[in-house]
């Protein structure tokens, strides 16, 4: 299975632009890459996925490499409700394999 | 259009009993993934059905089971429960299995304790 690596913790002040990073250097040429995230007591809550290039939806935006060793979700504008953990995953074999993940923390 | 439902959210079981768990896809969605998550393992990967078929197994102990209705709706069970088997249960349906390009919808998960 592929692995990821993601910051533990990341800081960013509300309403301003947050860049959350992920590698997944050992990623298969097949596999999209997933990003969830997870409020306390919830499961996990889809945000964004793609393959190779540049993915957008009404909640985030999704920055693959071109080598797609590794992948940036963005936050245009962070609020208060975008605090929680977020993962990565490459989707291979219909598995997700999230990570530690990163815990998002917004300064009001 | 309702989200992923599972029961119970919550239980508690004393080892050496049996549990199961029960999921509802959303409406339309085949395939139905089971994960447990815990602090220290994180998200691991039990077993996805699709169309009542079990097409993918993580590494678990045969004493974790499952199987899915016609209907979509999936069960899991767990027997002869250790005190490791503690964990939040999460299930995740999408629409179509096997390509990784959809996106997996969780519900709240049931949270086991065994004491």
């Known amino acids: 299975d592929a692995k990821t690596t993601q910051p533990n913790s990341m800081e960013s002040n509300e309403e301003e632009p947050v860049h959350l990073p992920c590698n997944h250097s050992t990623i298969s040429g097949t596999d999209y890459i997933h990003w969830y995230r997870q409020l306390p007591s919830q499961g996990p809550e889809y945000v964004i996925h793609g393959l190779t290039s540049n993915v957008n939806n009404r909640m985030a935006s999704l920055a693959i490499a071109e080598d797609r060793k590794s992948s940036t979700l963005i936050l245009h504008r962070a609020t208060l409700r975008d605090a929680a953990v977020y993962y990565c995953?490459?989707?291979?074999?219909?598995?997700?394999?999230f990570g530690t993940g990163t815990r998002l923390t917004i300064i009001p | 259009k309702a989200g992923v439902t599972q029961t119970p959210r919550y239980l508690i079981k004393t080892r050496g009993q049996q549990v199961t768990l029960s999921c509802s896809p959303i409406s339309g969605h085949r395939s139905v993934s089971w994960y447990q998550q815990t602090p220290g393992q994180g998200l691991q990967f039990l077993f996805e059905y699709f169309s009542e078929t079990q097409r993918n197994k993580g590494n678990f102990p045969g004493r974790f089971s499952g199987r899915q209705f016609s209907n979509s709706r999936s069960e899991m069970n767990v027997s002869t429960l250790e005190l490791g088997d503690s964990a939040l249960y999460l299930c995740?349906?999408?629409?179509?299995?096997?390509?990784?390009?959809?996106?997996?919808?969780f519900g709240p998960g049931t949270r086991l304790t065994v004491t």
């Open positions: 995953s490459p989707f291979g074999n219909e598995k997700l394999t």
């Open positions: 995740a349906s999408s629409l179509v299995g096997s390509a990784s390009s959809y996106e997996q919808y």
